[in-house]
């Protein structure tokens, strides 16, 4: 079965205890965002960092040994702000079945892509580190296990093995094809992203008939 959350973090050489080490942390995680737009992940370095979280680079090791450390701690941000909107979409929106639900979570991902700094050009750690997420596991199993656990709390599919293989390969496929949407288009190509909602739904309905709509 596919795991549904990230392996213990080990990024961070020790978590912060206090608010003010936390919100310190949270601003290198926010100027590593910023520079991953504006330079990419080859031109990072803890200095940059540093310098635009207006921080000591002393503090900075204090909590990472490296910049893949800092990059792989804005991995799982990004991967908890992803999970946590779907959720709240779910909460909020009335779906008629999966199939919409599957829709919303390719459209939070898309808005994600669209306005969250540093995610185009990082995403889920795919960008840096196959297994950035997980050392056992590469990153869109990872991602697949969490939007699995959303999926089965939400509509009570029945979990199963042939459950797991169709989520993963569901993930893989629409992460291929959005990658599509956005090399073509910095906003992200409509005909393309539309083309991945059909493409998701049209292999789940295969796979999972009696869930289909």
Known sequence: MIEDGCAPPKSLRRRPTQRRSARRVERMLDACAELLDEMGYEGLSTTRIAERAGVAIGSVYQFFPDKRAITQELTRRNVEQFVSRVGRRFLEEDYRGWWEAVDAIIDEFVDMHRTVPGFRNLRFGDVVDLNLLDSDSDNNMVIAGRLRGLLLKEF??????????????????????????????????????????????????????????
């Open 156 to 213: 009570g599919l029945a979990d199963s093995q042939e459950l797991d293989l169709a989520v993963l390969v569901a993930v893989e496929a629409g992460d291929a094809v959005l990658k599509l949407a956005f090399r073509r288009d910095p906003d992200g190509s409509p005909e393309i992203i539309e083309a991945a909602k059909q493409l998701i739904r049209g292999f789940l309905s295969r796979q999972l008939k009696s869930w289909s709509p």
